[in-house]
Nanobody, 121 residues
């Protein structure tokens, strides 16, 4: 089982990025997919989650209104559109798959490689 997050990079404050998550060895459509992030010296933080059944979405307070999670079931991919990025958003972002949409690092069953997001002018 392997999940791979991509789309990170360097962006100026106020800019946007779209992260993508793809999986091999499992079907993303069958799982609740979450995005987490971890900044240097900080604990891993749940950012967003999307349900496999009805597409319900969940966000942490820190990103609500700026980030949008979506799922393309045909392509078996999950995206995280990040707008109005702030320096505090800089982190390694991970996608993860599990059975419940909880923004707790203990919830997912499978983790992907992260992608680095740097927010700097």
């Amino acid at each position: 089982v392997q999940l791979q997050a991509s789309g990170g990079g360097l962006v100026q404050p106020g800019g946007s990025l779209r992260l993508s998550c793809v999986a091999s060895g499992l079907t993303l459509n069958d799982y609740e997919i979450s995005w987490f992030r971890q900044a240097p010296g900080k604990e891993r933080e749940g950012v967003s989650c999307i349900s496999s059944s009805d597409g319900s979405t969940y966000y942490s307070d820190s990103v609500k209104g700026r980030f949008t999670i979506s799922r393309d079931k045909g392509k078996r991919m999950v995206y995280l559109q990040m707008n109005s990025l702030e320096s505090e958003d800089a982190a390694v972002y991970y996608c993860a798959a599990g059975g419940e949409c909880e923004l707790s690092p203990s919830a997912p069953w499978h983790w992907g490689q992260g992608t680095l997001v740097t927010v700097s002018s």
